[in-house]
Structure formats: C-alpha cells, structure tokens
C-alpha cells in the first residue's frame, strides 16, 4: 500500500499522455541528470525507432529508501503472483546495492553484452575491474555507466582564517583543529557515503599490510582499529551528520563548514557555482592520496519490467557514445547536455578523446590516467560493507552529543595519552569479529539488530564521558 506513496514521480520528455511509450526508472539522482538524461534518451529513441518516450521518474529518497521500497514491492509482487513492481530500471547507486538486489534475483541479463561485446572485456572501453573495483557483474545483470570517486570538500577562505593547510588525506580531517568545522553525511541513508567510509578504512588497513614489522593478523587488527579512531576524530569535529550528501558541498562553499566528506560530482559541481567576486572557487574538491578509488554508478533491467525492450535500449543508450559525452559535457556542446552540466566522468575508456575533453566542463580530467588510487580489496572489508555503516551510526551519530563533549575536553586539557586512549578505545568491534560482518548487526531480525546497536552505543557514550572526565582533570 505504502509503494505508490514512496514513488515519487517525475517525468521527463514527452508527456505521459501524448508519447508513444513509457519507461518507469528507479533511481536516487538529482533533477539536473534526470532531466537531462531522460530528454537525452528520448531523442536517441525518437531517432532509432520513430517514436517519443515518456520517461517516468520515481525519486523516493537515496539507495537506503530504494532498498527498502525494492523490499516492499518484490515481496508484495511475491505474494499477488505479480512478475514484477511495476518498474523498468534501477539506474544510479554503488557496486553494492545492484551486487545485492542481483543476489536477490531482481535483475535481468543485460542484452548490451551481447549487442556489443566489443565495449566490454581486457583492453575493451569498459574493463570489468579497475582499481580493484567491478565495472560490470560477471552475470552480466548490471554495468557501470559512470564513475565516481569520493574525496574531500573544502572552502579555501575558511582553512586561511583557521590557519590550515589544505587537506590531501582522509588523516587530515581528524586534526583537532577542525572542531565544529567538518560537514559529514549519515552513511546509513546513502550508499554512496556508506562507501567512503569504507575506503577511509581500507586506507589504514592497507597502509598497516605495508609495515613489513608486522604479521597479517596484526596489520589487519590495526589498519581495522586505526581506521575506526580515524571516523571518530572526524565525527568529533564535525558540526553535523546530514541526510542528504549534498548539502555538504553547499556548507562548505557558504563558510558554514571548513571541509568534509564529499562525492566528485557534487564538489565539482558547487565549485562552477559558488565563486568569490573574482571568480575564485569557494569550492574545491580534492581526491585523497591513497583513499579512493574509480568506482562504477550502475544501471540495470528489474524483473517483470512492464517495457522490457524499452528498458534494455535505455541501458544501450547510457553506454553509447551519445549517452556517455552527456556526462562530462559543457551546456550547448556537440554531444553535451541542453541546460545545465552534470560534472560526471564516462565509464568508457574511449570517450576520453581530445576533441571530447576539449567540450568538456573538466578538460585535464581523465580518471583512467590519474595516479595515487587506492587498489580496492573486497575481501579486506567488502563483506563488513553493512557492519561498517551501522558503526559509525551507533558509535558517532547517536552518541555525537557525548563525543563532541569529550573531544572539547581532550582539546582543552592538550589531549592527554589516558583520555585519549578511553576514547578511542574501539575493543568492542575488533576487526576479528566484524572482518566478515557482525552477526548481530546484520541480522535480519529487527529486534536483534536493535538491541545490539543499543549495547554497543551504550558502551561508546560511556567511554567518551569517562573520557571527559579523566581529561578534565588535567585543565587548570
């Protein structure tokens, strides 16, 4: 009953009752791509088959609201004998909410695989791992059709009056400096945040592998350990966890945070549009060294998709070359969008042309010829991807209030090494217990997840008040 509520819609292109046909998509992007890939795919498929196409968009929220409206409607399909929810397409997220939605039989064999197996493949425009990341299933039900890298925001003029160097790693947004100055996002409501955290992880994990003093269960144990006191001085300098990933470059451009936690598109864009009066950027965007990765933003076909035909051409259409210049294109370009630029890098190699780049909104961007890349490990945290994010929930956000008292404390009292200890103790989530996700966090009982979340933010709040406490003795 809920799913027609949760649906938002919005339509693109011709209108519901005057076009020829009608495509149902699924997805969490913004106005600006909607329309201007909508619009796009409307003219690719007026100009193959004759006939306009009503794109009908339904926007319910990020990918945490789309997996629960997936959830609903699949097993309401199940239990009326219905092929399908009434959806064509899943279009945007990451690699790990298609990965599980496939796992779940919800998606269908993509037919560009066998249309165009030039495009795919060693050597081929998309490649099925780069980085370390999956481009494409190996089943062939989904495909990246851009990529993403997640990195740091920051105003310029507010690290000047901080007195701040501009930051090149995730290490340096944990400084104490940075209190009530860094804009983080809830990574249990987007994917997209979910994993970059994940990645600020895998970084100290993978920087701890390199110690050859150290034995792989113990390099584990402490890149796991150091990663997780990392988010919690990040999330004790935060002045907010917001719900939505955007606003965060906008803060940051408006001086209202120094810097955070940001995915490329978003920063590049709000750099083209927040400028001082000489045209400086307020924005800037910034790929940490050694703590991102080229990940794929994917699209698939559902199950019982009402136009399935229409639904693999959408697909054919996010990969052509016509579909791909869309993404990084300049406003009014051969091959660019109409309106207003989408700030997104293609997935194919081979779109990377000069004559492309030189229509572009970003010229000197080319993913693929970029160094300092993290090489993306799944087995070190991919199956704790889940875990990870219910953590930093329970561990930062439902006890922010606690945290932000105590790293006050510590700053005032110069940070001594027994109130610092207490709260940065993370022995509770040792990496040992949580490396192939906890059991208890997991669960598919709500009740059982929720009572283990209870304990665990019970036991932080009570470290970071004695944490307060111990440093407090130490101010004059």
Not at 123 to 135: D, T
Not at 199 to 227: E, F, I, K
Not at 286 to 300: F, Q, Y
Not at 378 to 392: D, I, K, S
Request: glycine share 10%.
């Amino acid at each position: 009953m809920a799913l027609p509520l949760a649906l938002q819609q919005g339509g693109s292109s011709a209108s519901a009752g005057a076009a020829d046909d009608h495509l149902v998509i699924l997805s969490p992007h913004n106005e600006t791509l909607r329309q201007e890939l909508g619009e796009g795919f409307a003219r690719y498929w007026k100009d193959r088959c004759g006939r306009s196409v009503y794109v009908d968009w339904r926007t319910p929220g990020g990918t945490s609201e789309i997996r629960m409206v997936l959830d609903a409607g699949f097993k309401a399909a199940s239990e009326t004998g219905r092929a399908g929810i009434g959806v064509d397409v899943l279009f945007g997220g990451g690699e790990p909410d298609f990965s599980s939605q496939a796992k779940r039989g919800r998606l269908v064999a993509l037919e560009v695989f066998s249309g165009h197996p030039d495009w795919f493949g060693p050597g081929a425009p998309i490649e099925e791992i780069v980085c370390g990341e999956r481009f494409f299933s190996a089943d062939h039900v989904w495909v990246g059709t851009c990529m993403s890298q997640f990195g740091i925001c920051y105003n310029p003029d507010v690290l000047k009056r901080l007195q701040l160097a501009a930051p090149t790693r995730w290490d340096d947004l944990g400084d104490p400096r940075y209190a009530g100055a860094i804009a983080l996002a809830d990574p249990t409501k987007s994917g997209a945040v979910a994993r970059s955290f994940e990645l600020l992880v895998q970084d100290q994990m993978q920087r701890a592998l390199a110690d050859p003093t150290l034995g792989r269960d113990a390099a584990l144990a402490l890149g796991w350990a150091n990663g997780l006191r990392l988010i919690q001085r990040m999330a004790a300098n935060a002045r907010y966890f917001t719900d939505s990933s955007s606003k965060i470059p906008l803060d940051v451009g408006q001086g209202n945070a120094a810097a955070g936690m940001c995915i490329d598109f978003y920063g590049r864009s709000y750099a083209a549009e927040l400028k001082t009066r000489d045209g400086t950027p307020r924005v800037v965007w910034r790929a940490p060294v050694g703590g991102t990765t080229l990940s794929a933003d994917p699209v698939g076909v559902l199950q019982g998709a009402p136009s399935p035909k229409l639904a693999q051409a959408f697909v054919e259409f996010c990969l052509s070359e016509q579909g791909q210049t869309l993404w990084f294109g300049r406003p009014g370009s051969p091959g660019g969008p109409r309106d207003r630029a989408l700030h997104r890098t293609p997935i194919r190699k081979d779109v990377y042309t000069s004559a492309n780049l030189a229509n572009s909104t970003m010229p000197e961007i080319n993913p693929y010829a970029e160094q300092g890349n993290l090489t993306y490990q799944r087995e070190l945290t991919g199956a704790a991807f889940n875990t990870l994010r219910q953590l930093v929930k329970v561990m930062c956000i439902d006890s922010h209030e606690e945290m932000k008292t105590a790293w006050r404390a510590l700053i005032a009292a110069g940070m001594p090494a027994d109130a610092l200890a207490m709260f940065a103790n993370v022995s509770q989530i040792p990496y040992a217990s949580c490396s192939k996700g906890d059991v208890e966090l997991d669960s598919s009982d709500p009740l059982r997840a929720e009572a283990r979340a209870a304990a665990l933010g019970a036991g932080f709040r009570a470290n970071y008040r004695k944490a307060a406490a111990m440093a407090r003795k130490y101010s004059p």
